[in-house]
């Protein structure tokens, strides 16, 4: 037999004789039958034969064989062998080939399906828009129909707040169920491209100190963020407006406040797959429910809203007063730039003062930078909010001391989230020591 390529008969062998019939030509050649695959099919090896090369390198040595290739040989009458050598791998390579595109289609209509058990998406005709909301509990029993002709409705007289990023609104489905929209101000033709892909990020993350977002709506000339609705507001609202109810911001609500708000930080820099850096933590960014359990609201959006990445951006992912200080060397959001602004509404719960405070802001400071100047000057009575006098002061200076670390200059000297929750929870764990 030749080893090229085609169609070659055999005759006259056994298959109990494991040399079928050895061949020497320009492409030497030796078969090999190895066993029957069936009726009428023979597998057989075919080696190379190589003459081996003496010291000065010519080929007078004696013949090595070599494994070269894999044959399935069909058995015909008379004792004769068809086997078609040299066309076995490629249709093995097809074979594999055309394996490896049935499961990619399978694992892609599997990740569709599963996709679409978490979803609903409704598509408006008449605005180009798309409604894409998280399948849970809360959104079972609504038809989205009846969903997205109340986005349309959404007026100034549902404004209920507004800041940096948009407006937000209130929209009510029934007498037992409402939503925040958010309408972000940049249009979705300056958006980031990875825009829906960072909303499904946002809308996978379930926490009981988290904000939950349950879909978003793209336009056009503009998107809504779809989130629960806290009815208590935020912390801002209730520390520094003119309606501030001081029992409703006890000591022990402050505390759990202080605690929820650790816990949610942690779990967004520490638990999240991958990990995700706030940006922009600040007591108006702070929600609180029916319990006044405290929920982090507006994760991710600094991101959102960031212009095109390929141009210069001077877009600041943060709020005055609330900022690092090396982020304006850098101009880079780290996850201990989150700590920082956390020691900031640390020091708002036990002040009751606003980061920009017009009494600090006539001096050219800020609280942070007051709050030191006292603590130098051993003067810390000054700083706790005359509310609070009867509270228990020794959980409150260490609530303080927390605060201070989180404000340290240098980065590396700060706790990570995950250790201030441990610190804050240790205050109560340490007094029922104490206590018993």
């Known amino acids: 037999m030749a080893c090229a390529k085609g169609q070659v008969s055999f005759t006259g062998f056994e298959l109990s004789k494991p040399v079928i019939r050895t061949e020497i030509s320009k492409k030497e050649c030796v078969t090999i039958a190895m066993a029957k695959a069936g009726a009428g099919v023979v597998w057989v090896k075919l080696y190379g034969l190589t003459r081996q090369r003496d010291d000065e390198g010519k080929g007078d040595g004696g013949l090595v064989k070599e494994e070269r290739d894999r044959v399935r040989c069909n058995l015909l009458a008379n004792w004769k062998m068809t086997c078609a050598i040299g066309q076995v791998l490629p249709f093995y390579i097809t074979v594999c080939v055309v394996a490896f595109v049935i499961s990619k289609i399978i694992i892609a209509v599997l990740l569709y399906r599963r996709w679409q058990r978490k979803h609903m998406i409704v598509q408006d005709s008449l605005t180009g828009g798309k409604l894409v909301m998280f399948r849970s509990s809360t959104m079972k029993s609504l038809k989205y129909d009846t969903f997205l002709k109340k986005i349309m409705k959404l007026s ?22 409402a939503f925040a929209v958010k309408r972000l101000n940049r249009g979705s033709a300056e958006r980031d491209k990875g825009f829906e892909r960072e909303l499904e990020a946002m809308g996978d993350i379930k926490h009981r100190n988290i904000v939950t977002l349950h879909g978003y709506y793209t336009a056009p000339h503009y998107n809504l963020l779809i989130y629960e609705l806290m009815p208590k507001g935020n912390l801002a609202t209730l520390l520094h407006g ?40 600040k007591s108006s960014n702070i929600l609180l429910d029916k319990d006044m359990e405290a929920r982090v609201s507006d994760f991710g959006l600094a991101t959102l809203m960031a212009p095109d990445k390929t141009h210069v951006s001077t877009l600041i992912a943060g709020t005055f007063g609330y900022l690092a200080p090396e982020y304006f060397d850098t101009g880079k959001a780290t996850a201990k730039g989150d700590v920082y602004s956390f020691g900031v509404v640390l020091l708002e719960l036990l ?3 606003k980061p920009t405070d017009e009494a600090f802001t006539e001096e050219g400071t800020k609280l942070v930078t007051w709050v030191k100047a006292v603590v130098e000057e051993k003067r810390e009575e000054l700083v706790v909010d005359s509310s609070l006098e009867c509270c228990p002061a020794d959980e409150i200076k260490h609530v303080f001391n ?17 250790e201030a929750v441990k610190l804050l929870v240790q205050i109560k764990s340490d007094k029922v020591v104490t206590d018993s």
Do not use: F
Not at 256 to 266: C, D, E, H, N, Y
């Open 351 to 353: 002040t009751g003062k």
């Open 402 to 418: 927390i605060a201070m670390m989180c404000l340290e200059s240098e980065p590396s000297k700060r706790p990570t989230m995950t």
């Open 242 to 281: 003119k309606s501030m109810d001081k029992k409703a911001l006890d000591w022990p609500t402050r505390y759990k406040i202080s605690l929820g708000v650790a816990r949610g930080i942690s779990y967004l820099h520490h638990d999240c797959i991958p990990h995700i850096i706030h940006r922009d933590i």
């Open 156 to 177: 100034n007289k549902d404004i209920i707040g507004s800041g940096g990023y948009g407006t937000v609104y209130q929209m009510s489905i029934n007498d037992s169920t």
